[in-house]
């Protein structure tokens, strides 16, 4: 499915029983009033009883922004995808995908042919240098000190420092991402795919250098946190939607 025309019906539906929605908007600052909350924002205050957080690759820090101390740190991935071309997509007739790995959240490289005809190739794990990352050449300074200064980082880094290094190589080889696709499909070659688009992922990581691969949501006061939600997240993302908001009615004591 389009997930961009999916989100933009969402979107609508919102908006027709009521709702608005900010975009371009990011939340600098959390405080509790007598009624409520206030988030300040780039774009002035915005007051509310209740907050649902699922703020994705900044997750955790909304939710320190309201006094919690999480126990996963959000550390991005960037996934790159190459992009069958045109004239081989006939090499890929529906989804192809490696057996996983139970050792990683991953997926690992696979084939993904798209609503619109495409076919996806990949995607790597490659550790971002920001939390928008989504290209090589992006770094955000403040996003690696926060990395360093995280001990879960470290103890991460020590347990997957091959598999990383693995990932980091395969990023920078158009050869080594080949050689991992010819595992699924043996007659592509390097000439067959170009370079496509790349995501991060919000990957939640402990204290003790664990990849978290299930839900992790914290309750407080006037605020559920969602700090991790595992793929298949767009896939699954009504019955994921569904139970958060039973989560947030039984939370703040809404009627049924």
């Known amino acids: 499915?389009?997930?961009?025309?999916?989100?933009?019906?969402?979107?609508?539906?919102?908006?027709?029983?009521?709702?608005?929605?900010?975009?371009?908007?990011?939340?600098?600052?959390?405080?509790?009033?007598?009624?409520?909350l206030v988030l300040e924002t780039t774009r002035g205050p915005v007051e509310g009883r209740y907050l649902v957080n699922c703020?994705?690759?900044?997750?955790?820090?909304?939710?320190q922004m309201m006094g919690?101390?999480?126990?996963?740190?959000?550390i991005p991935f960037r996934g790159e995808y190459y992009m069958l071309r045109p004239e081989r997509r006939s090499l890929v007739r529906n989804l192809i995908y490696p057996v996983p790995d139970p050792q990683f959240p991953f997926l690992g490289v696979h084939f993904t042919r798209t609503v619109h005809g495409d076919v996806e190739a990949?995607?790597?794990?490659?550790?971002?240098?920001?939390?928008?990352g989504y290209t090589r050449s992006t770094v955000r300074p403040s996003d690696v000190a926060g990395l360093l200064a995280y001990r879960g980082f470290w103890a991460m880094a020590r347990r997957y420092w091959r598999m990383g290094s693995y990932e980091l190589y395969r990023s920078a080889s158009k050869a080594a991402f080949v050689r991992s696709l010819q595992r699924l499909v043996p007659d592509i070659r390097g000439e067959d795919?170009?370079?496509?688009?790349?995501?991060?992922?919000?990957?939640?990581v402990t204290a003790e250098g664990g990849l978290v691969d299930d839900f992790s949501i914290a309750v407080i006061e006037g605020a559920v946190h969602v700090l991790n939600a595992p793929s298949p997240g767009a896939t699954a993302s009504l019955a994921i939607?569904?139970?958060?908001?039973?989560?947030?009615?039984s939370t703040f004591r809404l009627p049924a």
């Open 1 to 36: 499915m389009d997930y961009v025309q999916v989100a933009e019906k969402m979107a609508g539906l919102v908006r027709e029983r009521g709702a608005e929605i900010l975009t371009g908007t990011r939340v600098t600052a959390i405080r509790r009033t007598g009624d409520g």
């Open 55 to 63: 703020a994705g690759l900044h997750s955790d820090r909304v939710a």
């Open 68 to 74: 919690i101390r999480p126990e996963v740190r959000i």
């Open 122 to 132: 990949g995607p790597n794990a490659v550790l971002a240098l920001a939390r928008e």
């Open 193 to 204: 795919i170009g370079r496509g688009g790349a995501g991060v992922r919000a990957q939640a």
């Open 241 to 249: 939607g569904r139970h958060i908001a039973g989560l947030a009615a």
